[in-house]
């Protein structure tokens, strides 16, 4: 009966395996919105990592949370480092491409609770009078990552923190110009 378990186990293993195996390596996230403020200060308040505290969907996982900052204030080679619980990890975020009022890019690492290097861009497009967001992120996915991923959706997991962080974004945009 040992026996017979056994092979029922390794079957199963095996399949998920091959199934993993299957899966696409690249994935992506998006999500979008549009501001109702200037696409100059929207883009600002991106741009700029010391912002990112007050819009982001992650800040309050732990407030006990460590960060910093290095490089330049905004724009490329600014960057920011932050450690927290289980909940918040540890990584760090750099800019390292900006086309004033049209795009930012950013290396996303993040170091626990696993280790992984993703792409971010933010788009931005003015919209009459209005700013168009799109937030992306965008990855490899290693073998574990393929199979984790049969169990859990990246669209489902990031993509509801990001509606989270471009409503805060939206909210702050639209209360005010970057301070």
Same mark, same amino acid.
């Given at each position: 009966?040992?026996?017979?378990?056994?092979?029922?186990?390794?079957?199963?293993?095996?399949?998920?395996?091959? $199934?993993?195996?299957?899966?696409?390596?690249?994935?992506?996230?998006?999500?979008?919105?549009?501001?109702?403020?200037?696409?100059?200060?929207?883009?600002?308040?991106?741009?700029?990592?010391?912002?990112?505290?007050?819009?982001?969907?992650?800040?309050?996982?732990?407030?006990?949370?460590?960060?910093?900052?290095?490089?330049?204030?905004?724009?490329?080679?600014?960057?920011?480092?932050?450690?927290?619980?289980?909940?918040?990890?540890?990584?760090?975020?750099?800019?390292?491409?900006?086309?004033?009022?049209?795009?930012?890019?950013?290396?996303?690492?993040?170091?626990?609770?696993?280790?992984?290097?993703?792409? $971010?861009?933010?788009?931005?497009?003015?919209?009459?009078?209005?700013?168009?967001?799109?937030?992306?992120?965008?990855?490899?996915?290693?073998?574990?990552?393929?199979?984790?991923?049969?169990?859990?959706?990246?669209?489902?997991?990031?993509?509801?923190?990001?509606?989270?962080?471009?409503?805060?974004?939206?909210?702050?945009?639209?209360?005010?110009?970057?301070?």
């Amino acid at each position: 009966m040992l026996i017979k378990i056994l092979i029922g186990l390794a079957v199963i293993l095996a399949l998920v395996a091959i $199934v993993a195996a299957l899966q696409p390596a690249a994935f992506r996230v998006e999500r979008s919105t549009t501001i109702s403020a200037p696409i100059a200060s929207v883009f600002a308040r991106v741009n700029d990592l010391h912002q990112f505290k007050t819009w982001s969907p992650w800040e309050k996982l732990d407030p006990a949370m460590t960060t910093s900052f290095e490089g330049p204030p905004a724009g490329p080679g600014a960057s920011y480092t932050w450690a927290g619980n289980a909940k918040a990890g540890e990584g760090r975020m750099s800019i390292i491409t900006t086309q004033p009022n049209a795009l930012i890019q950013m290396k996303l690492e993040f170091l626990k609770p696993f280790k992984a290097t993703n792409t $971010v861009e933010f788009s931005f497009k003015s919209v009459g009078d209005k700013t168009s967001v799109v937030w992306s992120m965008s990855g490899v996915n290693g073998f574990m990552f393929k199979v984790v991923g049969l169990f859990m959706n990246m669209d489902k997991m990031v993509g509801g923190d990001f509606e989270q962080g471009l409503a805060n974004l939206k909210s702050l945009s639209e209360a005010g110009a970057v301070k």
